[in-house]
């Protein structure tokens, strides 16, 4: 089935340091997310992100955070600068629709914030 | 806010047996709501959705939604050993994020 691919599957940085995660979504989907997974808990909804704006993020999408896709390439999630709260494993997924499509999720990427 | 409570956090059935994992959800405007699985070290995967009152049948899944008692459950007929996964219920309410329960980890034993 389709698939969406998440570089890298494992990042460790210092507390105050850039990182981007990038998300290769599925090819024909014009809809992506990240959502958000700590360890034992439930996974929850930062943003979504349709024709290069973002419509949707919750309040857990901090002012630290932004996303983008330059010219249909890596949709990327910048965490600038980091906390040790961001440490958690990231979700990309994609949709080919908005309302009540179906979200085709990547394997994650795990951040480690020392 | 809307929640979505799962229940059992953990369940598990023997090879053959039948697997039963429920949701109440909070949001009496809640619309769609799906059922994802996760394999350990892949990210969730839908395994169906269901937006009418009653059941909805896939296979070896059967999922049950009433909205008026805000609960939805899946019910998986002669469970497989490679059905040992973490199940998560998922509801949407017309915007396009979906929200989670926190998970049921399902062990179907040999």
């Known amino acids: 089935g389709p698939k969406v691919l998440q570089i890298p599957s494992h990042q460790i940085i210092d507390m105050g340091q850039m990182v981007t995660l990038n998300c290769d979504p599925v090819?024909?989907?014009?809809?992506f997310y990240w959502y958000k997974q700590i360890l034992g808990q439930q996974m929850e909804f930062l943003v979504n992100f349709y024709n290069g704006k973002v419509m949707e993020k919750s309040k857990l999408f901090k002012d630290q955070f932004s996303v983008e896709r330059p010219d249909g390439s890596y949709f990327t999630l910048k965490i600038q600068p980091t906390a040790l709260e961001d440490s958690a494993v990231y979700f990309c997924?994609?949709?080919?629709?908005?309302?009540?499509?179906?979200?085709?999720f990547g394997p994650g990427t795990r951040l480690t914030v020392l | 806010q809307q929640k979505v409570q799962q229940s059992p956090e953990s369940l598990i059935v023997p090879e053959g047996g039948m697997a039963s994992l429920n949701c109440t959800f909070s949001d009496r405007n809640s619309q769609y709501f799906w059922w994802y699985r996760q394999h350990s070290g892949e990210g969730p995967k839908a395994l169906m959705?269901?937006?009418?009152?009653g059941d909805k049948k896939e296979g070896r899944f059967t999922a049950h939604l009433n909205k008026a008692s805000l609960y939805v459950s899946l019910h998986i007929k002669d469970s497989q050993p490679s059905d040992s996964a973490l199940y998560f219920c998922?509801?949407?309410?017309?915007?396009?994020?979906?929200?989670f329960g926190s998970g049921t980890q399902l062990t179907v034993m040999p």
């Open positions: 997924a994609s949709s080919r629709q908005g309302n009540y499509a179906e979200q085709f």
């Open positions: 959705s269901i937006f009418s009152n």
């Open positions: 998922a509801e949407s309410s017309g915007s396009w994020q979906l929200i």
């Open positions: 090819s024909n989907h014009l809809y």
